[in-house]
């Protein structure tokens, strides 16, 4: 488990290329076999990912957590962006295709899980934040997920949004998840861009074509940054930045928040010519 710190506006502001990879940006999600983890002082949200092969891998606490088992004071969202999988939750089991969402809440203390297909095995992207209140294990499929079609062909930004957990979806304490799919021939995500200092964000970019990639915005407004994003990798998005991106093709990615509120609405949103 990597721990990340906060970075003030003004750290940012002055960061180089390497610095900004370092703190915002998940190079590695999945690994065969077993859990990587990310925890970001932002919110304490735990980012990460699972891709188990030909044998299972079982949730662990970590010692960072000072909890006996890892959803002990923790909620957790999973969207599976790989082939077909399982994950069984206290005897429970649950099968998730590609773009299927479940939601495990706080108390749960068994969690494993499972590829059908070695030769395209599930990818569990993973979301996990403090809870104070127990919320019922539920699934998701992508049709249950209330898809909304928005943008237009001559903005570059045709996009389906799929929402999860969410107000009026999956119930949570603090997560809210869902995900947006770009049509052919859209780039853009998320602009005009926003911030919302109410929540953190977490980003997972998915379906990224091989040899192409996503130039991620993020930054204060008027002191705008960029990293360069692969196929499956992740950001890590403070309350005060903005975060918005144009792919060099189509692509999907995942959003998740925890904070303050999960009003998914709630956005300050920001004039495209105040940006800088």
Request: charged letters at 20%; hydrophobic letters at 35%.
């Amino acid at each position: 488990m990597q721990i990340r710190h906060e970075s003030s506006r003004k750290e940012t502001a002055q960061m180089n290329t390497e610095e900004l990879r370092e703190n915002f940006l998940i190079e590695t999600l999945f690994t065969p076999n077993q859990i990587e983890w990310v925890y970001s002082h932002y919110d304490r949200v735990l980012t990460g990912g699972a891709m188990p092969l030909e044998s299972t891998i079982t949730l662990e606490t970590h010692d960072a957590l000072k909890a006996t088992y890892f959803l002990e004071r923790r909620e957790l969202g999973i969207i599976n962006v790989g082939g077909k999988g399982r994950i069984v939750a206290d005897g429970v089991t649950f099968e998730l295709d590609k773009l299927g969402c479940l939601y495990l809440g706080k108390g749960t203390q068994n969690v494993v899980f499972s590829s059908q297909n070695v030769e395209n095995p599930a990818r569990f992207f993973l979301l996990s934040s403090p809870a104070h209140h127990t919320y019922p294990n539920r699934a998701f499929t992508k049709e249950e997920a209330s898809p909304v079609n928005l943008g237009a062909v001559e903005t570059a930004n045709q996009r389906t949004i799929y929402k999860y957990i969410h107000e009026g979806g999956i119930q949570s304490c603090q997560l809210v998840m869902g995900l947006t799919v770009l049509q052919t021939g859209s780039v853009w995500n998320t602009m005009p861009a926003h911030t919302h200092d109410r929540r953190m964000e977490a980003y997972c970019y998915f379906d990224v074509p091989e040899n192409h990639g996503v130039l991620h915005l993020m930054g204060e407004p008027t002191q705008t940054r960029h990293l360069w994003v692969a196929n499956h990798q992740a950001i890590l998005s403070p309350p005060w930045s903005i975060h918005s991106g144009c792919g060099t093709s189509s692509y999907s990615f995942i959003w998740g928040m925890a904070g303050e509120n999960k009003d998914f609405t709630d956005m300050d949103l920001l004039p495209i010519p105040a940006l800088r």
